[in-house]
């Protein structure tokens, strides 16, 4: 039941500008294309976008990517999904070396890009059905299954439309229900929640949800801490194209020292009160934000609201209000670079 | 190779084809139908251009017709598909070897070529009135050239859509299609480059010249034109060489 995937070493470097950024073709009259300084162009434009990444996602998990924008994210699903050719390393899809076998690779997965990349000249059903027949599905079966996704999708009545009239949600949409088309063992999704609202979101999630418990494997990319610590059973974060750390998202967030975040409301905070808080067991560090707010960070959380009533108790101050954070994956992000995810 | 895989890619690109028909024949072959009018009928009728023309022009405007329609059914797809929406990718996932996708395009822009040529030349005859006398005596040898065309014009599309951004399709036209065109030897046989002897050598590096003189030879053989098996040998080597050159800028366009 589903299939795992493992990667070794994987390296790449770009020595081009990245596919997507505006490049000079054939005719460019740019100063890049005499003979020497082709050579200096090359060395300036060299990226590394990953550097030496091994992890191993288990068969029928759901397994998330995290780390901010350019910190090698798309990269690795783009080997993992034979688009985009590793400098050094090896990719495993079960069995199958996914850059020495693309075509079987090819055949397990499913793929839902960052952009919705549908094929503008065919309609919604259309581009079902002839994914379906590149897959070597029998019309039958294709049309089927299409119209199945379909109505799962909520796309039924736009199913004859072109898609370039679609709307940004329905393009995912149907980019989802593409990459179900094959039914395929492991599916990728680069950054799916990446502008939907709220509601979609949560749909979305129970998408993925419903996918994986038929014991599909799921790799997902996000840059959202929320969306990763609620979706994934294990994840890595990646930040400079190195790995910084990988686990569940439990475990991560247990490295953390101090991770609690009680958020605090007094009807009012003299000096002295703060100082008693700074005293109290497993508290790190005491912010007073404005005056009604206070902010303690702390290894423990539920167990230290007794000893802070009391100590407010005892100087005669009311406790208004009491929430609290646990560690989070934004926090975990912040201990391990030192920098901010949305940075 | 999956054979399933490539046929389904192909019917992808005949379906969207049959949807875009007309549009399509009106880009490709109003503008070779015009000329053939102007030069064909207007000039010749009135006496500018004496009545031998049309049967010089005929086989010029059927390569004219064909390579355009390859070189577009190719290249234009491609520079859309491989642009910021990379609509392409889904075709990159199915399950075939990445050189087998480029190739289908290829064989789909041969097609359409061939459906060009077929469609211009009794257009043309048509348009030119009396006067015309194609000869089919040589049907075999024009299928060959006609083949051998409609892959020239199919590669070289591959070649110029993958080196190519959209921004300058229009360049393009004006560097690359329309000099071909005019230096092809399609509105005037080979031989009559003879008072400009740098130019006659220079065309030589122009495709369009061989299939131009290569369709002379076939249909209306009484024409001087360059040796058919000359041509056919040229022809063969334009071919491979575009294809290797289009199947590396494909590959290199597509995996990142």
Not at chain 2, 182 to 206: R, S
Request: charged share 20%.
């Amino acid at each position: 039941m589903g299939v795992g995937i493992r990667t070794e070493n994987l390296r790449k470097v770009y020595d081009t500008p990245p596919p997507m950024a505006a490049r000079a073709g054939g005719f460019g009259f740019s100063a890049q294309r005499g003979g020497k300084d082709k050579e200096k162009a090359k060395r300036k434009f060299e990226v590394v976008a990953l550097d030496d990444v091994s992890f191993e996602i288990r068969p029928g998990e759901i397994f998330g990517l995290l780390g901010p924008n350019g910190a090698g994210k798309s990269t690795t699903i783009g080997i993992l999904t034979t688009r985009t050719q590793p400098t050094a390393g090896r990719a495993f899809l079960g069995d199958i070396d996914i850059w020495r076998e693309p075509v079987k690779a090819k055949l397990l997965i499913g793929v839902v890009p960052q952009r919705p990349n549908l094929d503008f000249a065919l309609t919604a059903r259309e581009i079902l059905v002839f994914h379906g027949a590149y897959f070597g599905q029998s019309a039958k079966e294709r049309e089927c299954k299409a119209d199945e996704l379909l109505e799962r999708f909520k796309l039924t009545d736009r199913a004859t439309h072109m898609v370039r009239t679609f709307s940004g949600g329905m393009m995912q949409r149907l980019s989802i229900a593409r990459a179900m088309m094959h039914d395929p063992e492991v599916l990728f999704l680069d950054e799916p929640s990446a502008g939907l609202d709220p509601q979609t979101r949560l749909l979305l999630w129970e998408t993925i949800r419903d996918y994986n418990r038929v014991g599909k494997t799921i790799v997902l990319t996000t840059h959202y801490m929320d969306e990763a610590d609620a979706l994934c059973e294990r994840l890595v974060i990646i930040d400079h194209g190195k790995i910084i750390a990988q686990g569940t998202p439990k475990e991560l967030k247990q490295s953390i020292p101090g991770g609690y975040l009680l958020r605090l409301r007094f009807n009012r905070t003299p000096e002295e009160l703060l100082s008693e808080l700074r005293l109290l067991p497993g508290v790190t560090e005491v912010r007073s934000n404005d005056g009604t707010g206070t902010d303690v960070y702390a290894g423990s959380g539920g167990p230290l609201i007794g000893p802070i009533v009391n100590a407010a108790q005892a100087a005669g101050i009311e406790v208004l209000d009491v929430h609290i954070s646990e560690p989070s994956l934004e926090t975990l992000f912040l201990h391990h670079t030192g920098r901010s995810l949305r940075d | 190779m999956n054979w399933k895989t490539f046929y389904a890619l192909l019917s992808r690109d005949g379906h969207v084809a049959r949807r875009n028909l007309l549009p399509m024949l009106l880009q490709n072959l109003l503008q070779p139908l015009l000329f053939t009018f102007i030069f064909g009928r207007v000039m010749t009728t009135s006496g500018i251009m004496p009545a031998s023309y049309k049967n010089m022009l005929l086989p010029g405007i059927m390569a004219i017709s064909m390579v355009m329609s390859g070189v577009w059914a190719v290249a234009m797809p491609l520079i859309s598909e491989f642009q910021f929406t990379r609509e392409i990718e889904d075709r990159l996932l199915a399950p075939i070897e990445i050189g087998w996708l480029a190739v289908q395009k290829v064989v789909t822009g041969m097609i359409q070529a061939l459906v060009a040529g077929l469609v211009v030349l009794p257009a043309a005859w048509l348009v030119m009135g009396a006067g015309v006398s194609p000869s089919l005596g040589h049907l075999l040898e024009m299928l060959l050239i006609a083949l051998l065309v409609a892959l020239f014009s199919a590669a070289g599309g591959l070649a110029l859509g993958c080196s190519i951004g959209q921004t300058q399709v229009g360049l393009m036209f004006s560097l690359v299609l329309a000099p071909m065109m005019m230096f092809g030897c399609a509105y005037y046989p080979w031989q009559a480059l003879d008072p400009f002897p740098v130019l006659k050598y220079a065309v030589l590096i122009n495709p369009l010249v061989y299939a131009s003189e290569g369709l002379r030879g076939a249909l209306v053989p009484s024409v001087p034109h360059i040796n058919t098996l000359l041509v056919i040998a040229v022809l063969a080597v334009i071919d491979f060489s575009l294809l290797y050159l289009g199947l590396r800028k494909f590959h290199s366009k597509a995996l990142s």
